[in-house]
């Protein structure tokens, strides 16, 4: 079953534009991961957050996390056509152990 | 270094027969963790190894198993295959502590007709 829901399912907008990505979840975490995937491939690893920090950048990322809202969301600043991907959070919640429970995932068309 | 590789890239099986997936982690890693991706249901967490050890199991039935070998490479078995495990397999390695990075491969797409 999904940990939680991203919002919005899909996002278009046009290069040069920011996105904005949000994520819930519903139990508490060890840490939450963003992972990109192209079209059917594999998830490339974005940005990992611990539960006990609010921030990370990196390049032009930046994720938030809210756990007392139990939520995240990743911006994406400057956007490319080459960001077009589905965009996923998962989280961690077993200490110890990998195990990662994904959200149902954000759609972004990035057009030129 | 050479990332997580995973075979058959494709694979087309008809219905009650089973399929061996073949996942070889990054070097160094020991933790390799596999995963469905469907439509329907997202990405499920199937099981993770851990040193040849089964360390943690998703809500999928006794038809899929795993195993992991003394290299770290891993190989995840569903028998008696159904119309529903049509689905992308995705494998992953990390180091193993649960704030590790998981790296994922490109995946073995499963059709079941």
């Known amino acids: 079953s999904q940990q939680g829901e991203e919002d919005p399912q899909a996002l278009s907008i046009q290069e040069g534009e920011n996105a904005t990505m949000n994520c819930s979840y519903k139990?508490?975490?060890?840490?939450l991961q963003w992972y990109r995937q192209n079209s059917g491939r594999g998830l490339v690893h974005l940005i990992l957050?611990?539960?006990?920090?609010r921030e990370k950048h990196s390049g032009r990322l930046r994720v938030t996390l809210d756990t007392s809202k139990k939520s995240s969301s990743l911006l994406i600043t400057a956007s490319r056509a080459a960001d077009t991907a589905s965009y996923f959070c998962a989280t961690d919640t077993d200490t110890g152990f990998q195990k990662l429970v994904f959200g149902t995932g954000t759609r972004l068309l990035v057009s030129p | 270094k050479a990332g997580v590789t995973q075979t058959p890239r494709y694979l087309i099986k008809t219905r009650g027969q089973q399929v061996t997936l073949s996942c070889s982690p990054i070097?160094?890693?020991?933790?390799v963790s596999w995963y469905q991706q469907t439509p329907g249901q997202g990405l499920q967490f199937l099981f993770e190894y851990f040193s040849e050890t089964q360390r943690n199991k998703g809500n999928f039935p006794g038809r899929f198993s795993g195993r992991q070998f003394s290299n770290s490479r891993s190989e995840m078995n569903v028998s008696t295959l159904e119309l529903g495990d049509s689905a992308l397999y995705l494998c992953a390695s990390s180091l193993g502590r649960s704030y590790n990075e998981q790296f994922f491969g490109p995946g073995t797409r499963l059709t079941v007709l």
């Open positions: 070097s160094g890693h020991r933790s």
């Open positions: 139990t508490s975490i060890n840490n």
């Open positions: 957050i611990r539960s006990n920090e």
